[in-house]
């Protein structure tokens, strides 16, 4: 039983890290001027938001009646997407994009803290995994497009 508290606190937190990620990147999406970016961001606004029901659906197969369903309020992955409001203002890209690559540091150590519990039963582990592997695929890509977009 204590056991199962533990998978789903771990699931709780990652819903609210793809909360934060569905929000900061949907912010970004309203920010930006360029096309590609702005559907970009969207994607991984929907991406995020998906993820979030794929776990609360697992915390329901484990007995939790009301899984996470906000965003956090407090830590770093908040912090780290907060900032993303003053780069929305100044409209810059590449700020833009440097602070979604902040938020997305902090979710790719959300999830590789989350694959280190020993606890997690191995479809929990699975579905977890195929997560992480996209969410550092989209923290790559960010990056790959902030360093290109700096100013010379």
Not at 43 to 67: C, D, M, V, W
Not at 71 to 88: E, F, Q, V
Not at 116 to 125: D, G, Q, W
């Amino acid at each position: 039983m204590a056991q199962q508290k533990e998978i789903i606190s771990t699931i709780n937190s990652l819903v609210e890290t793809l909360k934060d990620g569905q929000e900061g990147y949907r912010q970004a999406a309203e920010a930006v001027a360029d096309p590609q970016l702005k559907t970009l961001f969207n994607e991984y606004s929907l991406q995020r938001s998906r993820f979030a029901g794929e776990l609360q659906n697992e915390a329901i197969t484990l007995g939790e009646h009301k899984p996470e369903d906000s965003s956090s309020t407090a830590g770093a992955m908040h912090r780290a997407w907060i900032n993303l409001k003053s780069a929305i203002t100044s409209r810059d890209d590449h700020a833009i994009l440097a602070e979604c690559e902040r938020g997305e540091d902090s979710a790719v150590k959300e999830y590789r803290d989350a694959m280190e519990k020993e606890e997690l039963s191995s479809p929990v582990r699975d579905l977890i995994s195929r997560q992480y592997t996209a969410v550092k695929s989209a923290h790559d890509r960010i990056k790959q497009l902030r360093d290109a977009t700096k100013k010379s």
